[in-house]
């Protein structure tokens, strides 16, 4: 292992306080390939005492101040697009051309929508609301930020969280998961070279660093994405100081495939919704509910794209996607296949492929029913389920029927049908005739067990802002 990173804290880079790492794992090789800090209290108390000092002045910092930094940010991303793209494949095994079209490019054009936003912000005119007082409202930055990012997007992730907050005024102290370091600390060794000391800092470690985060004191917000479980550990541990929490917690999307349907573009389009990333989005078209009558026709057409769908190694342009992101995430797609029911048939894949990585091949299930475990749970893999529905009412039902509400689909050429769905659909998002797809402009973000707050829009800038009042006598 020739590769180390460092954690950069108050404009410096460093090992971990005690010296302890952990090794960083290619997943298209299953080999160890560089060692990251294991960050303990000491490096938490270093980073979030360099952001609480930085603060105040970033804070003071005019908007247009902040837009240009960003700005300049996004124009150096760009600039070196080419190691970004190497780090982030080299971390989670994603085809290279993809990282660069898909993630890269929308991660850069995110940066520069919240550099625009830093000067857009809205409230309430100032009037005379009581006689003889005249009120204002003051939107201002929150203070120090923890965020904790995933890694299925370690970069798209992390402009996610840092973008938003740095454009309000806030600080940051940002964690890269332990398997996925790469990218984020290139971004601080970018952001370094533009923002103030300290504004910007990232310290890489495990589930135990961010809980030392999140529990910290000084973070007026704790920002995550990933399980229900971390989920529900940030928001308790938050709890105990009343810290503003933001969780985007995973998905069960479902994508409804009416009778009138245009079928061939459902398919199309579903299989990159579903295997995209190895299935590794919280937005996976992961089940899918057919009308009856068109039930096994749709179910056949699925079967044979996923069987054309191909994955392999970063350098392969003719793949989709790459391997599950570490040998647990394999493990537990595994187990989901290996404990189907009986009354369920694996209609392709189903299986690891090859002996070296992570890869899995892309799989579609189908006879399943409501209340089996691969509908219930997030499986977080290339794998597809398929059931089917009688009416309207029904389908509304299968797809609500889960303790996930972050993005849906609906498949019709009937107008009134699809405002229906969209009105009694349960999700955060709903797409019609189409799935997965993001603009920086419009929000991200769930309900039930996928967590509260947005990301992304004007919703997610205002999420690292307060409101304060203030009212003068005339």
Same mark, same amino acid.
């Given at each position: 292992?020739?590769?180390?990173?460092?954690?950069?804290? @108050?404009?410096?880079? /460093?090992? !971990?306080?005690?010296?302890?790492?952990?090794?960083?794992? &290619?997943?298209?090789?299953?080999?160890?390939y560089a060692t990251s800090p294991l960050s303990g209290q000491a490096d938490v108390d270093a980073a979030m005492a360099a952001a609480a000092a930085a603060f105040p002045a970033w804070r003071d910092t005019t908007p247009s101040?902040?837009?240009?930094?960003?700005?300049?940010?996004? @124009?150096?991303?760009? /600039?070196? !697009?080419?190691?970004?793209?190497?780090?982030?494949?080299? &971390?989670?095994?994603?085809?290279?051309?993809?990282?660069?079209?898909?993630?890269?490019?929308p991660a850069i054009d995110q940066v520069r929508f919240f550099a625009g936003a830093a000067r857009m912000l809205e409230g309430r005119s100032a009037g005379e609301y009581m006689d003889g007082m005249t009120s204002i409202i003051r939107r201002e930055p929150v203070g120090v930020c923890a965020q904790v990012a995933p890694w299925n997007y370690p970069l798209l992730m992390a402009v996610w969280k840092f973008a938003p907050a740095l454009a309000a005024g806030n600080t940051v102290v940002l964690k890269p998961s332990d398997t996925t370091p790469a990218s984020t600390v290139l971004i601080a060794e970018i952001i370094?070279?533009?923002?103030?000391?300290?504004?910007?800092?990232?310290?890489?470690g495990d589930r135990e660093t961010g809980r030392a985060m999140v529990e910290h004191p000084t973070p007026a917000m704790a920002s995550i994405t990933g399980s229900v479980r971390a989920g529900i550990q940030v928001a308790q541990s938050a709890a105990k100081d009343v810290k503003r929490v933001h969780l985007e917690l995973g998905g069960k999307a479902p994508a409804v495939?009416?009778?009138?349907?245009?079928?061939?573009?459902?398919?199309?389009?579903?299989?990159?919704?579903?295997f995209f990333n190895a299935g590794q989005d919280c937005t996976a078209a992961t089940?899918?509910?057919?009308?009856?009558?068109?039930?096994?026709?749709?179910?056949?057409?699925?079967?044979?794209?996923?069987?054309?769908?191909?994955?392999?190694?970063?350098?392969?342009?003719?793949?989709?996607?790459?391997?599950?992101n570490n040998a647990n995430q394999l493990k537990q797609v595994r187990g989901f296949i290996d404990r189907l029911p009986a009354h369920a048939k694996i209609e392709a894949g189903g299986h690891r492929v090859g002996e070296k990585g992570y890869f899995y091949a892309p799989?579609?299930?189908?006879?399943?029913?409501?209340?089996?475990?691969?509908?219930?749970?997030?499986?977080f893999g290339p794998v597809m389920t398929v059931q089917s529905f009688s009416d309207e009412a029904q389908a509304v039902a299968y797809a609500n029927g889960v303790d996930y509400a972050l993005a849906s689909s609906v498949w019709t050429k009937d107008h009134a049908r699809a405002m229906r769905m969209s009105?009694?659909?349960?999700?955060?998002?709903?797409?019609?005739?189409?799935?997965?797809?993001?603009?920086?402009?419009?929000?991200?973000?769930?309900?039930?067990?996928?967590?509260?707050g947005k990301d992304l829009s004007a919703y997610g800038f205002e999420d690292y802002t307060r409101i304060k009042h203030v009212m003068t006598s005339l």
């Open positions: 292992m020739s590769t180390t990173f460092r954690n950069y804290i @108050d404009g410096v880079f /460093a090992d !971990a306080s005690d010296g302890r790492t952990l090794d960083v794992v &290619d997943p298209s090789t299953g080999e160890a101040v902040r837009q240009l930094a960003l700005l300049k940010i996004a @124009d150096a991303m760009e /600039a070196r !697009a080419d190691e970004l793209v190497a780090a982030e494949s080299r &971390d989670t095994g994603k085809p290279l051309h993809l990282t660069r079209s898909e993630e890269l490019a370094g070279r533009i923002l103030p000391k300290g504004v910007f800092n990232v310290i890489c495939i009416f009778e009138d349907a245009d079928l061939e573009k459902a398919v199309e389009d579903l299989v990159v919704g579903g089940r899918v509910l057919v009308h009856e009558s068109v039930h096994d026709e749709f179910v056949t057409a699925l079967a044979k794209a996923a069987a054309d769908t191909k994955t392999g190694q970063p350098d392969d342009e003719d793949v989709l996607y790459g391997p599950l799989t579609v299930v189908s006879g399943l029913q409501q209340d089996d475990e691969i509908i219930q749970n997030e499986v009105k009694n659909l349960d999700f955060g998002c709903v797409w019609i005739n189409t799935h997965m797809a993001l603009v920086a402009e419009m929000p991200h973000g769930g309900f039930k067990k996928s967590g509260y």
